[in-house]
């Protein structure tokens, strides 16, 4: 079993930065499969950062240029750093790792743009 737990979320206001970072814990090697999906309010989740194959960073277009995700594989850790915030950028940021064919979800982490 894996267990993902995010930390870096809060309240920030809008064209400020923050840094997410998910930690896996449970792995017995590197889990290399990992990405950040964002519930915003009274919207579906959707998939904005992630490793592709190889390893190659991957973004929903809208939020290429301000959106870099970035890992740490000795410590199993992802980061999400969001640059010139925007009130859409609110919601709950859940991690998201593909482990032996298993999917793992984290809770998530509550980023709030101000205006």
């Known amino acids: 079993q894996v267990q993902l737990e995010e930390f870096g979320g809060g309240l920030v206001q809008a064209g400020g930065s923050l840094r997410l970072s998910c930690s896996a814990s449970?792995?017995?090697?590197?889990?290399?499969?990992m990405g950040w999906y964002r519930q915003s309010p009274g919207k579906q989740k959707e998939l904005v950062a992630w490793?592709?194959?190889?390893?190659?960073?991957l973004y929903k277009d809208s939020v290429k240029g301000r959106f870099t995700i970035s890992r740490d594989n000795a410590k199993n850790t992802i980061y999400l750093e969001i640059n010139s915030l925007k009130s859409e950028d609110t919601g709950v940021y859940l991690c998201?790792?593909?482990?032996?064919?298993?999917?793992?979800w984290g809770k998530g982490t509550l980023v709030t743009v101000s205006s």
């Open positions: 998201a790792a593909t482990y032996y064919g298993s999917n793992y």
């Open positions: 449970g792995a017995s090697g590197n889990v290399a499969r």
């Open positions: 490793f592709g194959d190889g390893g190659t960073p």
